[in-house]
Each structure stands twice: as C-alpha cells, then as structure tokens.
C-alpha cells in the first residue's frame, strides 16, 4: 500500500514560471514531512521539510505548503531556473521515523 | 567530506548467486537505512539500524539480511540473488534514531539480476 502517493510522474515548466508538485499521503499518523531531490546517479539531497503543526514553510525559491486536513502537500518553486530539472520526492514520517517516499515527480525546466 | 559512500556502484549477478552491499557514513550518525528504488514506486525502505547493535526490518526485508559492523557501517546482504532484485539500492543515515531527522544518502548501487 503506498501510504504517500505522488500521481504526476512528469512536470514541465517554462524558466522564471512557478513549479507546483503535488502528494497526498493516507496514513493519519504522519507528522513530518520532506521534499528531497535527485539529480541522475546521485542520492537524493534533502530540499525542505514541514512539521504537521505547520501550514506553510519557506526557504529561499521553495515553499511548502500542507492541507492537514485533505492530507495533502504541495512544493511551489519560484521562479524555476533549469537547474531545478530533477526528480522530486515527497516523505513523511511518523514518530518511529518509518519515511515513506512517494514514487517522484520528474520536473523539467525549460529556458 | 564524503558523507555516506556506498559500493559497488554497479553490480550484474545471476540468478541464485550472492552479494554483499558496503555502506559507511562518516557523519557520525547514529541510524543507518537501506532503501530500494524501482520505477512507480518511489524509495522503499528495506531494513534499517535505529542505532549501533540494532537492526530492524522495514517495508520489503524479504531476501536481505543486514549487518551493523559498527557505527560507521552498515552491509546489506543478497544471499541468493533474485530478478526480483533488479533495482537501485540507497544507503542513507541520519543523527538521532526515531525522530524526523532528514536523511543523507550515499550515489546508489545499480543491481541487474539476470
């Protein structure tokens, strides 16, 4: 059962126009929650992460917002720049920091 | 500053033969994880060492094993090697066990089982 479900396996954006990817996830008992990102042969690198006490946390070019209550989170971007062109994963986790992943979201920005 | 270095970094085996995946952080993280990645289905967690001596299974243990030699590393053990396996194989870790602590990973092992 895929407890964090990201159902755009592509995205596709102009450079300096906001980026959106989406996840919801099932499983109430998730309070945490983190986008990493993957570039081709590396590991994924932890981007940004929100607590469920939270609504909204920003770094930078990147936000993230989470809908406790739909149990959905959203990573906007912006502007988007060509070297966000990766693989983004959306995790969350519970208190026994079991994360799951969400199977990734493939965004390509185009100058 | 290596972080979490993983080898191999490619691997052919035949169906039936075994291997050992090598794992070592530098961080000084108490927890270690392995992860699999297959198309469509994201990061699954295979097995997992909260802290040193510890070892726990994850989400899809099933024809693993694992050793924790000590703090800084963490093998990930095919004993008889399945097509099933054919996947891309994540170390990761991280500082303290059962928080949400972001994880680090090591560049990956490409595993074809044929």
């Known amino acids: 059962d895929q407890q964090v479900k990201q159902n755009s396996p592509s995205l596709s954006v102009q450079e300096g126009r906001i980026s959106i990817l989406n996840c919801d996830y099932t499983n109430s008992m998730f309070d945490y929650f983190l986008w990493y990102k993957k570039y081709p042969a590396e590991g994924p690198t932890f981007l940004i992460s929100i607590s469920s006490i939270k609504d909204k946390n920003e770094d930078g070019r990147f936000t993230v917002f989470l809908n406790k209550s739909a149990k959905h989170l959203s990573l906007h971007i912006v502007p988007s720049q060509p070297g966000d062109s990766a693989v983004y994963f959306c995790?969350?986790?519970?208190?026994?920091?079991?994360?799951?992943f969400g199977a990734g979201t493939r965004l390509t920005v185009k100058p | 500053n290596a972080g979490v270095t993983q080898t191999p970094k490619f691997q052919v085996l035949k169906t039936g033969q075994s291997m050992t995946l090598q794992c070592a952080q530098d961080?000084?993280?108490?927890?270690m994880y392995w992860y699999r990645q297959d198309p469509g289905m994201g990061l699954r967690l295979i097995y997992y060492?909260?802290?040193?001596?510890?070892?726990d299974k994850g989400e899809v243990p099933n024809g693993y094993n694992v050793s924790r030699l000590n703090k800084r590393e963490f093998s990930l053990r095919l004993e008889s090697a399945a097509p099933s396996q054919t996947s891309v194989y994540f170390c990761?870790?991280?500082?303290?066990?059962?928080?949400?602590?972001?994880?680090?990973f090591g560049s990956g092992t490409q595993l074809s089982v044929l």
């Open positions: 060492s909260a802290s040193e001596g510890t070892t």
């Open positions: 995790a969350a986790s519970a208190y026994n920091n079991d994360m799951r």
């Open positions: 961080m000084n993280h108490n927890s």
């Open positions: 990761a870790s991280n500082a303290l066990p059962a928080t949400n602590e972001k994880l680090f």
